[in-house]
């Protein structure tokens, strides 16, 4: 993860108070936590780092689109994408991150790298189910959605509604005690 050193902060030369930090998110930051699932990446990502004397307040806040295939139609498209995350990091004797809100750090740290945080939080904003625009408005024209349209079934046509054989409907009569 050599790639990912501009997204270290060493906060020992920081003032107290706010700092901003601004990083232009693309694909090449995915390859190195070798996440391919991606085809294009355009994301700006937002960091308010608070000093203050025994503890830092980070702010992310990401905001921009990847491109994804459709769940559906396996179509690609860009995907809008924003989220926000805060963490707060103390420090202590050993390093610690069990709670992810809450992240330890020892003493003798002069940095820190964000570039897990960054990763998380995009992972997490983009939806579950990702769904191409035009499928939802029903503009979409795909070979895949015919043939999902040709095997639906048919909600007119219910199995009740079909002629049964008698000899089934005698052995029905049996196990509901209705008898003819």
């Keep these: 993860m050599k790639g990912l050193k501009q997204y270290t902060i060493p906060f020992v030369g920081l003032k107290e108070g706010s700092h901003q930090f601004q990083y232009q998110i693309e694909n090449t930051f995915f390859e190195e936590f070798q996440y391919e699932e991606f085809n294009a990446t355009n994301v700006k990502v937002d960091v308010e780092f608070v000093k203050k004397s025994t503890l830092f307040e980070i702010l992310f806040s990401v905001n921009g689109h990847v491109n994804v295939p459709c769940d559906l139609t396996s179509e690609p498209f860009d995907q809008e994408i924003e989220g926000e995350f805060k963490l707060i990091v103390k420090f202590g004797q050993e390093f610690n991150d069990d709670n992810e809100e809450i992240l330890i750090i020892p003493f003798e740290e002069y940095q820190l790298n964000i ?19 035009d499928v939802l408005n029903g503009t979409m024209k795909s070979e895949t959605l015919e043939k999902l349209k040709e095997l639906e079934i048919n909600k007119e046509k219910s199995v009740e509604d079909e002629a049964t054989d008698p000899r089934w409907d005698k052995l029905k009569d049996l196990l509901t005690g209705k008898n003819t």
């Design 115 to 133: 570039a897990q945080y960054i990763y998380e939080l995009i992972i997490l904003s983009v939806p579950k189910k990702r769904v191409h625009p």
